[in-house]
């Protein structure tokens, strides 16, 4: 798997820009924005780190009533452990963007990333919003320039566009995000922008983010650190002119899939864009019980050191695998189980294949790694994203600050 | 901290014995033997992975009866995931040494530690059986062997001994064990023999252990995997002719201190021992309202790579710290939570401390680490040692099998 061409991810009714305010050196943009048209209905998913950023606990509260419009994004500074200052700051610039919009302040959503404990320049923002709002667009550009405001060390932007028809309307998604762990894990937050132009209630399009991103960006893993400024949002501004997309419909389940599509597509390029990753691996997990149950195989497996280390250096090292799978919290049959590596079969009902080592390095040596345990206990399944653990890693990551 | 030097492991009462046997190449020694003269109580604690090698099943069931003699041990293989050939080695095995013993096959424990899914080769165990026994003794040079032989790849043996007086009657503990993790994590395994001369009965000792390996065994960790090996186990002979020690007694916690010093001291070893290793670390979470919500927090802190790999490039990244505590999956309040670094405050109150970078590098340069988490939200504390991450961590892990 290669890092997929970014498209253009436009959305009809929504506008989006990108500008550096001067968080940053050098000119590098630091600083976005994305406006629907018209009011819209809005959902997010965030962090379970119990340290967040306020700005975090400024969105969740924004997010209750179900309506926003804009959503304002730093990067270079999380605006985390800052003190009391720091929900002031969320609170000073979430109120210019919206007088610079002439919307209520309650419809300005606010995410951040950057390095922990260090003070928001929010001046810098505030003095920043005119030229932001007045350069808003709907070109390519503007959504180029909005991808990269809000990448921290990334190495790419990363964006994409899904389109579907539903009752003869045809319904755009379209998705920002930045990446996460493995490159510059201080700045692990993983922030992802989706907004549609589907007609549907609040309450509908969270249910939907919630199934789309438990099959997607809450399924990749890089070093298992969990930040305190993770958060996906949805925007749908009912643009499409379609009937709204109602609950346990036909129509609820082809929106999910169409975001459940692109939210994987985005997750996927964060993995992708690991500095350091060598390997884009899939853990499935298939024949499980319960969903959880495949989970916590799944995420045992990707999160081991161990089996990361060996993926790395091509080390025919399957014992790892299994051992991870022994390891992790969940019930099963071990004489049940079955290991497969790239379709080599490694375990056979709990024991060894003895496939030849040879043949298993070689499988290896792709760059895209399929490991699968089956349980052969239910119907369940699971699949977590990961990529391998090198020596640039702990390169990078031991002289972050310094 | 240094190496310490190893004490002199011997116990009246016990013999032991390392020899080689071939299992591993180049009369390197793999095969040790345990013995206390007399019948013993005997307990043990085991790996929590749901993939246990059958010495693993075969000691637990042993141990049921509370009382064993012997601990056979080979290292150079795990006898893990090799098929229904595993059970049958260790029947034979231990069959074989308890006839050289002259005692019933029961009170014979089995223990094995190496490479997975490789058949282990029996027949050198059952030829030297005869060697091993004759040579079983209670000098130093005994001990050593003994430590050397479970030894994988650790650079050095560990042991220590512990005595203390209780009514009147001198009572020595003595042990030994092989590290885990870090160095050759598919040799993973940790495994701890104690042995003590005390008189207690089984389930006394049990309980005792339990207490014991909590605060130590129980409380290392290197890269979070937990092998499917992995066994403490302890016989007590009751030599030293002490009242019989009782639960719920000052003797009885006495005892626990005790066994809980030499535990925590052959567990600093294992962490100390780490190839790679430039760090020895303790994540101390105090204050905490229960035990579990404080090992949550200490493990989490203590497992994260981010943290480790801050430790090794001495980078002063306190942030990430302050964000495993968040994600550990524990309830607390962030606003109460002081964070230290060799009693450098870092953070007060869940607010930073803003204490100069270049100060907290000079604390980080000290090669061992003290990090201090005080949740102030109550009594109970738990303590998890470990090391950093190095480049070598991964150089090994990435090539140990090929």
Redesign the interface.
């Given at each position: 798997m290669k890092l997929s061409k970014n498209r253009n991810p436009a959305v009809p009714g929504f506008q989006a820009v990108g500008v550096c305010c001067g968080i940053k050196a050098k000119n590098i943009k630091d600083l976005a924005l994305f406006i629907s048209d018209v009011p819209a209905t809005a959902a997010g998913v965030f962090?379970?780190?119990?340290?967040?950023s306020p700005g975090v606990t400024w969105s969740r509260r924004a997010l209750k009533s179900g309506s926003c419009r804009a959503i304002v994004v730093n990067s270079g500074n999380a605006n985390?452990?800052?003190?009391p200052k720091g929900m002031k700051d969320c609170d000073e610039i979430t109120k210019t963007i919206a007088e610079e919009l002439s919307i209520p302040q309650k419809e300005v959503l606010i995410a951040s990333t950057g390095?922990?404990?260090v003070s928001l320049p929010s001046e810098k923002i505030i003095k920043a919003a005119p030229l932001l709002v007045k350069k808003l667009g709907r070109t390519a550009k503007n959504w180029t320039d909005a991808a990269e405001a809000i990448m921290t060390t990334d190495l790419v932007s990363k964006s994409d566009r899904i389109q579907y028809t539903f009752q003869g309307k045809r319904i755009t998604i379209g998705g920002v995000t930045k990446g996460s762990g493995m490159i510059h894990?201080?700045m692990?937050t993983m922030l992802g922008f989706l907004y549609t132009d589907a007609a549907i209630d609040s309450k509908t399009l969270k249910m939907a983010l919630i199934e789309a991103a438990d099959r997607s960006f809450n399924r990749i893993t890089v070093?298992?650190?969990?930040?305190?400024n993770d958060c996906v949002i949805v925007l749908a501004n009912g643009e499409a002119k379609n009937p709204a997309i109602k609950p346990n419909t036909s129509g609820y389940r082809e929106f999910v899939k169409a975001l459940t599509t692109i939210s994987k597509n985005l997750a996927s390029k964060i993995i992708l864009d690991g500095e350091g990753a060598t390997k884009f691996v899939t853990v499935r997990v298939q024949g499980g019980k319960t969903r959880k149950q495949a989970y916590l195989i799944a995420n045992s497996v990707a999160t081991?050191?161990?089996v990361k280390?060996?993926l790395?250096?091509?080390?025919?090292?399957?014992?790892?695998i299994?051992?991870?799978?022994?390891?992790?919290g969940?019930?099963?049959d071990?004489d049940k189980v079955d290991i497969l590596l790239n379709k080599n079969l490694l375990?056979k009902n709990?024991?060894?294949t003895n496939l030849s080592?040879q043949k298993l390095?070689k499988a290896m040596r792709q760059h895209e790694i399929d490991i699968t345990i089956d349980l052969h206990g239910g119907k369940e399944w699971e699949e977590v994203l990961t990529c391998d653990?090198?020596?640039d890693?702990?390169?990078i990551?031991?002289?972050?600050?310094?």
């Open positions: 962090t379970k780190n119990r340290i967040v985390t452990v800052v003190g390095v922990i404990g894990p201080n692990a070093d298992g650190d969990n930040s305190t081991s050191s161990l280390t060996a790395f250096g091509e080390d025919p090292n399957w014992g790892r299994f051992c991870a799978v022994g390891y992790a969940a019930s099963f071990p375990v709990g024991n060894p080592p390095v653990f090198s020596y890693y702990v390169k990551n031991a002289e972050y600050t310094t």
